[in-house]
């Protein structure tokens, strides 16, 4: 039976830490939510693959308004699953976020913070809705099934796709995000630290030894700084692989928030992106590793205006 249209569907996707945390976490926004009047149902998901389930069971149960309290991959998941139904259905739900996963950098991006619930939730009631793109990964995958997977925030290629997977692993020891990028960027110097890639962008080739690309959709983690998901285009980062003392001061300006200012890194803007070859580059999207990695050339596009964001 179809729910009312202005209940909300709220995915609670619990972070690491003890499960009485998890508790104190979920009892402050179901708190919140019954302080704003809001009718909503609540589905909490079992593991990482099940956000996808939960969300096709709520398209079908006709809720409009779909709320993932979560991080990027649950976010990631969401999109892909409302990317596979059809477009006049689609344009009826609207997706918002609380945020509270490992990476937080599409909600980042808003100015949506960790631990700030209470606006959060009062922000998303005020339903100010922004129609904004997805990037969309095309490749083939070692059973030479041609693939897709859609992504709101970034694609990284090669080093960063690593660091952000240290970081995945590390994050619940030291709980800290600006803590977890430093120990990933020392576990870094055992990591390899440049691909002989392929790129072709805007029919300008870039054929040499790359240390990592970030295609942004939005932050892209501190990469794509000055890309938004509403103009219809990428910001691209492309870094070359610099000496010793250049990757130190890389670092500290990413930690600054000034990556682009470095000598090494070299932007683009583009709706396309095609790798003829990436020299076996890991590959992460929005944040974690894609499952099946691409074999031969692979193409990144961007779907403009196609879901329904909540705005804060």
């Known amino acids: 039976m179809a ?4 209940r909300w569907g709220v995915i609670y996707c619990p972070k690491g830490g003890s499960s009485k945390r998890n508790k104190k976490r979920w009892q402050r926004v179901e708190r919140s939510l019954n302080d704003n009047d809001i009718m909503f149902d609540k589905i909490q998901s079992e593991s990482a693959g099940s956000v996808d389930r939960i969300v096709r069971m709520m398209i079908n149960n006709g809720y409009k308004t779909i709320i993932i309290v979560g991080g990027d991959s649950a976010l990631n998941d969401t999109v892909n699953c409302l990317m596979q139904v059809d477009k006049k ?6 997706i918002g976020i609380i945020p509270n996963g490992l990476m937080n950098d599409f909600a980042h991006f808003w100015d949506i913070r960790e631990g700030d619930v209470e606006n959060n939730v009062r922000g998303l009631k005020k339903h ?7 990037g969309c990964l095309r490749y083939t995958n070692k059973k030479e099934q041609r693939c897709h997977r859609y992504f709101v925030n970034c694609v990284n290629v090669g080093l960063i796709a690593s660091i952000m997977n240290l970081r995945r692993q590390t994050h619940h020891i030291f709980g800290s995000r600006t803590m977890s990028f430093v120990f990933s960027f020392l576990l870094m110097t055992f990591q390899r630290l440049d691909y002989k890639m392929d790129i072709l962008i805007n029919n300008e080739q870039i054929k040499r030894k790359v240390m990592t690309v970030c295609i942004g959709n939005a932050l892209g983690y501190g990469q794509t700084p000055n890309a938004v998901p509403y103009n219809g285009f990428f910001d691209v980062s492309v870094v070359y692989h610099p000496g010793m003392t250049q990757l130190l001061e890389g670092f ?3 930690i600054k928030g000034k990556f682009l200012n470095h000598r090494s890194v070299h932007p683009y803007r583009t709706k396309e992106i095609v790798f003829k070859a990436h020299d076996n580059a890991m590959v992460g999207i929005d944040g974690r590793l894609l499952n099946a990695s691409p074999v031969g ?3 990144v596009t961007i779907e403009p205006d196609v879901i329904n964001f909540i705005m804060p």
Do not use: Q, W
């Open 3 to 6: 729910v009312e249209s202005t």
């Open 89 to 94: 259905l689609r344009d009826e739900i609207a």
């Open 128 to 134: 100010r809705i922004r129609r904004i793109d997805v």
């Open 252 to 254: 500290y300006l990413f």
């Open 297 to 299: 050339e692979f193409r």
